[in-house]
């Protein structure tokens, strides 16, 4: 069983598109996670979200957007797409928001923005 | 505010050396620190955390010690493998900011 699951596992796509990519979570965790990865390997904290509640919104674009229907799961929609957003995007989750908690990643998203 | 420094890479080391990777925190009061490790095409997992000063973490042969007079908390293997091959994240979290301050990782290359 899958603990964190992301999809699509790779997304091309032309500039100027709209996209989607979800993310689920099956270990029964309040927080969720965006990260973007850059192809120097940097991580940097997109969003958080608690209990579906928005807790981080770093500064990022507003052509990206997180949705959390659920718990369980939570979404990131970017509209308009840039050649800067060629990435790699991770989902994660811990069970609370405090210091010393493990975070929980999904297998990332390799986005392609030609 | 809060940041962390490792070592950049990448690290080129053979089978069976001896393996460090240095990192060192800046923050207030008593952090969590981390290791996370990265296989290639792969997300992040957990390698190792110590949550208190002169904690020590360790997991699949990996160690690290929570050093609060030095400020550092450096990843030690005593034998690598190929199979180590990934690269290698450093983090600390605290209660006053829960969210994990990322190294830069370190890319480590292991030769047979």
């Known amino acids: 069983d899958t603990a964190v699951s992301q999809t699509p596992k790779y997304l091309v796509t032309q500039m100027g598109n709209d996209k989607s990519i979800k993310c689920e979570q099956n270990l029964g965790h309040d927080t969720m996670y965006w990260y973007k990865q850059d192809s120097k390997k940097f991580l940097k904290i997109m969003f958080s979200?608690?209990?579906?509640?928005?807790?981080i919104n770093e500064t990022v674009p507003n052509r990206f957007s997180p949705k959390s229907p659920d718990k369980a799961h939570l979404n990131l929609h970017i509209n308009s797409l840039e050649l800067g957003d060629s990435a790699v995007y991770f989902c994660?989750?811990?069970?609370?928001?405090?210091?010393?908690?493990?975070?929980?990643f999904g297998p990332g998203t390799r986005l392609l923005v030609l | 505010g809060d940041s962390v420094t490792q070592m950049e890479g990448p690290v080129t080391l053979s089978e069976e050396a001896f393996l460090t990777i240095n990192c060192t925190y800046t923050a207030t009061g008593y952090p969590s620190l981390f290791w996370y490790v990265q296989y290639p095409g792969e997300g992040l997992q957990l390698l190792l955390k110590a949550t208190k000063a002169d904690d020590k973490g360790s997991n699949k042969g990996f160690e690290a010690t929570y050093r609060k007079e030095t400020t550092s908390f450096h990843l030690e293997k005593g034998s690598v493998q190929v199979s180590d091959s990934a690269v290698y994240f450093c983090a600390l979290s605290s209660d006053s900011n829960y969210q994990l301050i990322w190294g830069a990782g370190t890319k480590l290359i292991i030769k047979p």
């Open positions: 994660a989750s811990s069970q609370l928001t405090q210091g010393g908690e493990t975070q929980y």
């Open positions: 979200y608690n209990n579906k509640e928005l807790i």
